[in-house]
């Protein structure tokens, strides 16, 4: 690490998220200075569609960093990095804006049917090996692919496509340009080769001309131009780096650079991810290219943090409204609620499916409880649902992580504070669980980014050794990891159980 004047040095880390948009000064030590934030819309015109505006991000952004930059006037910004919500895919037109209003995010399933066809062709298994994934309809060849197929206008004027954290980037500095993290999860990617596929493209229907350049996470794009710092206040000539897909960014901010270490993210989407040399072999695990060296093996459930927020709204009103009187959080409400009811939820299941899965059942999954009898209260409903998010994470860390022996589970993200949630988390999974010092991960991670690219330090994992820190005592597994055996066994078997009638009948 090279010296700095840390008085008055920084760097800003862009986050673009399902729900807010937000802009940050942090320290060349990961201190998290400031942040600026914007809640941005989200549109679910159709069941299986979720939907932004590219215009909403990049107005958010704007603001933010004026905001921003204008409450912090004394200090010098030496490299920006965006992290985003990955797969999002914009149509980008001849005048380097999006040719689409609104465009598909991470959880759009309108591909479904293009995923399964190409899971069906006689050379899928060879098309998952190159690319380190079976299809998915969160890929974005998936999306590009369904831009093809019903707005076939739209797809020939399109000169490139992008994801939303390049789309960001390229009106920053007019570059147009990816990087490894986010291309790894395209389903058009060569993984052992680390490029486009020209195998990958013509299977999934892709011009390969319409796809950026790919870039290392830390590397610089570009600058700031002098039309971005008239409204942004960020000096001309600022660098850019590539950045990172925002999943990517809380996995570099929690350390996840070698072998036995597990991260959990906990929000709007749930993850649970390990590192390895190379994709992992079993079709069922997802793999992503790491921000730094290395790949992640991952698991997700589409609607973790979504799960609970759709309980608060919809079955906890009181809790709601003692939150708004109080102050207080009302998932600690929640939370608070489901701990008087014991481990397994006295019978009762929750499948976290409110938008559908990706590799480890059917994308036309539905959410629903299950054993629901006369005893069962609110307290056991909310349980269930937490409940529920992990047991759908511990089939993928069964997949790559099945012997977790000396192996440390870190979570982050807005339920990784959760004493109930991390006791589920250590009796289920049977490891121990640490809270990080910081829950902005993604913010910290794309700040790792911008320090790198600024030459404050030699490597992602360099910069991640010195800033990340666990904060107290871990969450050891106990007595309950018995009777969450129990309830997880029964969990797989009705999940396996279901998804024929998910394939059948939605």
Not at 121 to 141: I, Q, S
Not at 189 to 217: H, T
Not at 377 to 386: D, E, G, K, P, S
């Amino acid at each position: 690490m090279s010296a700095s004047n840390s008085a008055t040095e920084c760097v800003v880390a862009v986050d673009i998220g399902t729900q807010t948009t937000r802009a940050a000064l942090v320290s060349d030590r990961g201190e998290v200075l400031d942040v600026a934030s914007t809640a941005v819309e989200l549109f679910t015109p159709q069941p299986g569609w979720a939907e932004q505006r590219p215009d909403d991000w990049w107005q958010a952004t704007v603001g933010n960093l004026s905001t921003l930059l204008s409450r912090n006037p004394g200090r010098r910004v030496l490299a920006v990095a965006v992290g985003a919500a990955m797969h999002s895919v914009v149509p980008i037109g001849p005048d380097g804006r999006s040719l689409a209003d609104r465009v598909g995010i991470w959880s759009d399933k309108r591909g479904a049917a293009i995923a399964a066809e190409l899971a069906a062709r006689a050379d899928a298994a060879e098309l998952a090996r190159l690319a380190g994934n079976v299809p998915t309809p969160a890929w974005p060849g998936v999306k590009i692919a369904w831009y093809a197929r019903h707005t076939p206008e739209l797809y020939q004027k399109a000169t490139t496509f992008l994801v939303a954290k390049d789309y960001l980037n390229l009106r920053l500095t007019g570059v147009l340009a990816t990087d490894h993290t986010e291309a790894s999860g395209s389903f058009l990617y060569d993984a052992a080769r680390g490029e486009w596929s020209p195998q990958l493209c013509a299977a999934v229907g892709v011009d390969q001309a319409k796809l950026p350049a790919i870039l290392g996470s830390a590397e610089r794009l570009g600058e700031i131009t002098a039309e971005v710092a008239a409204v942004t206040g960020l000096p001309a000539g600022t660098p850019v780096v590539a950045g990172a897909g925002d999943m990517l960014c809380q996995l570099a901010a929690t350390g996840l650079h070698q072998a036995g270490r597990v991260t959990e993210i906990s929000g709007t989407a749930s993850i649970i991810a390990g590192y390895g040399d190379a994709p992992h072999p079993d079709p069922r695990v997802m793999n992503l290219r790491a921000a730094g060296d290395g790949w992640v093996h991952f698991g997700i459930g589409d609607a973790g943090g979504v799960c609970m927020r759709w309980i608060a709204d919809e079955l906890c009103e009181a809790a709601t409204e003692q939150a708004r009187e109080t102050g207080a959080s009302r998932y600690d409400l929640l939370t608070e609620l489901a701990a008087t009811v014991p481990a397994g939820s006295n019978g009762l299941l929750f499948l976290p499916y409110l938008l559908g899965e990706r590799t480890l059942g059917t994308p036309h999954a539905r959410g629903a409880f299950l054993g629901l009898t006369p005893a069962h209260n609110r307290a056991a409903l909310v349980r269930a649902v937490m409940e529920g998010i992990c047991y759908d994470l511990r089939m993928a860390l069964d997949l790559f992580q099945p012997n977790r022996s000396g192996t440390l589970l870190r979570v982050t993200g807005g339920g990784a504070t959760s004493p109930l949630w991390n006791s589920i988390r250590a009796n289920l999974y049977g490891m121990p669980v640490a809270t990080l010092a910081t829950s902005e991960g993604g913010i910290v991670g794309a700040a790792i980014l911008a320090l790198v690219g600024a030459g404050r330090y030699p490597s992602v994992a360099a910069a991640a050794d010195h800033i990340v820190a666990e904060a107290g005592p871990r969450c050891e597994p106990g007595a309950d990891s018995a009777a969450y055996l129990v309830a997880y066994q029964r969990f797989k078997a009705v999940h396996d159980a279901l998804v024929p009638v998910w394939e059948a009948n939605w």
